[in-house]
């Protein structure tokens, strides 16, 4: 069974940094890792994803302010945000993906206060 699960999320000052932490438990090698973000009475949408092969693609919103991150061997993604904004509140989720399944965890919080 795996589990993702995420750490590092909380309130912070507009223009502060968060770094949000998923780790997943197995040996599953998944094809690619992200962040999506689900903001109240919103869709989750994705904010960036990262392959197996190192590729980052990331949505205009937090081009430029936020960078995926992955260690494959731990089975780890992180995602360094900075210049934070309170457009980025949000409940963030880690997701993994192989060809046969797509996980989720639970989520953290993540409040941007102005």
């Known amino acids: 069974q795996v589990q993702l699960v995420e750490s590092g999320g909380g309130l912070v000052q507009a223009g502060g940094s968060l770094r949000l932490s998923c780790v997943a438990s197995?040996?599953?090698?998944?094809?690619?890792m992200a962040w999506y973000r689900q903001a109240p009475g919103k869709q989750r949408d994705l904010i960036a994803q990262i392959t197996s092969g190192g590729s980052t693609n990331y949505a205009d919103s937090v081009k430029g302010r936020f960078i995926i991150s992955r260690d494959s061997a731990k089975n780890t993604v992180d995602l360094q945000m900075t210049s934070l904004k309170p457009e980025d509140t949000a409940v963030y989720y880690c997701?993994?993906?192989?060809?046969?399944?797509?996980?989720w965890g639970q989520g953290t919080q993540v409040t941007v206060s102005s």
């Open positions: 197995g040996s599953i090698s998944f094809s690619a």
């Open positions: 997701n993994a993906r192989t060809i046969f399944k797509i996980y």
